[in-house]
Each structure stands twice: as structure tokens, then as C-alpha cells.
């Protein structure tokens, strides 16, 4: 009795599928799809350092001394407060690396901080400056756009256009003629870095010859599946 009532349940579900898609005869339905490689202009970093000391609220204190040194060498580039932020805060016992003979090292604090870089041009000057500095590691260079918005409306535009576009087309070949649009459906949208050998990522070549860092290209990409009636 329980694998019919599954069963009925199922062709309903499946129905009630097939009445949503159905959307008449005489229609035609098509993909538009569209791809925008973009140079990335800002780039984020995080870097860490430790403090020791006796009690916890003394690894603490010298761990936030020395983040106070590092946001002051990243002033000095223009870097923006709300552009440096806290990405992790560990605090207690040291139990692995603490002095037999000393309490100097008891505890531990370990702060992680993430800092945007609006100016790719400064980008390793910045991370050769922190690297005087008292911090125990720089690491995850990442590289994003400032403001994706304005290429996600684009994007999306060039899939509408191309979309329209394979319509006339197949219409035409078809000798059919296009009436309205029935049906639309953003699919997707997404963004990433482009294969690294793809000819397009010419565009992440350093901004001068004595830049170490490649900035890599931004790939956003947009697909709508688009329905028309035909006759």
C-alpha cells in the first residue's frame, strides 16, 4: 500500500512538473550565454602574528601592539580602516611551545588580519613594507573586482542580446515568425578566474616589469533561458 500511495505521489508530482514547462505548442525555446574576462583591480591579503607573555591577558596585549605597527605601515599607503578587518583571534595556553625554566611563554595569542588593496600598483611595495615588520606570515593573495555590479548587469544584458539574437537567426531558417516572449528564466550567473591557458588571461600580465605579483583576470559569466511563440 505505502509503494502506491509513493507511487501516486510521484506521477503527481510529476504531472504537476510537466503542466509548469508545458507551455504550448508552437514555441521555441533557446539559451542565451554570454562571458566577460575582466582585469581585477583590487587584491586582499591576510597576515599573522603572535604574541607571548606569562598570563593571557599579556599575549594579548603584545599581539595587539604589534597589530598596531602593521596598521600603521598600512596608513602610510593610504589603506582605508574599513579595508583592514580581523579574520581570526586564537587565545590561551601554550601548550606545545612554553619554557620549561620560564613563564614568559605560557599562553599564546595568535591574530589574523585581512587587508584590501584598492591599488594593485602598491600591492607588493605594501606586503614588502609589512614584511619588516613583526608578523609571522603573509599569505592568500587573492585578486577581485571592486565593484562586480555594474559587470553583472552587463554581462547579463550581453546574454539577453545574444539570446535575441540566436532567435532571429533560427527563425529564419526555419522560415517561422517570431510573436512574443512567453517565458524567461535567469539560469545562472557566476564569477571566477579563467583558465590559466586561456589566451584571454593576457590581460593579468603585471601592471610594470618589476611588479612580482600577476593579478589575475576576473571571469563573469551569465546564462537565460529564454522562451518565445512562434508561428
Known sequence: MKNIVSTLIFVLIANLTIAQEYLGDNKLVL???AKLIIESD???FTYKVIGYGSNLRKA??????KIKGTVS?????DIKKHNINTSLFQSGENRAGSA????????IT???ISVNVDSLDLLE??????SEKDVEEISNIKFSLKDYTKYKDKVRKMAIDNAKERAKKIAKEFGVKIKKVIYISANSFSQ???NPFNPSTKVGLPYESSVGFYAKPIKLSSKIKVVYEIE
Do not use: H, M
Open 42 to 44: 583590487r587584491a586582499s
Open 60 to 65: 594579548v596585549t603584545v599581539a595587539k601592539e
Open 100 to 107: 620549561f625554566l620560564s613563564s614568559s611563554e605560557d599562553y
Open 31 to 33: 539559451d542565451g550565454e
Open 73 to 77: 605601515t598600512l596608513s602610510n599607503y
Open 125 to 130: 611595495e605594501i606586503i614588502l613594507a609589512l
Open 110 to 112: 595568535k591574530i589574523n
Open 192 to 194: 571566477g578566474y579563467p
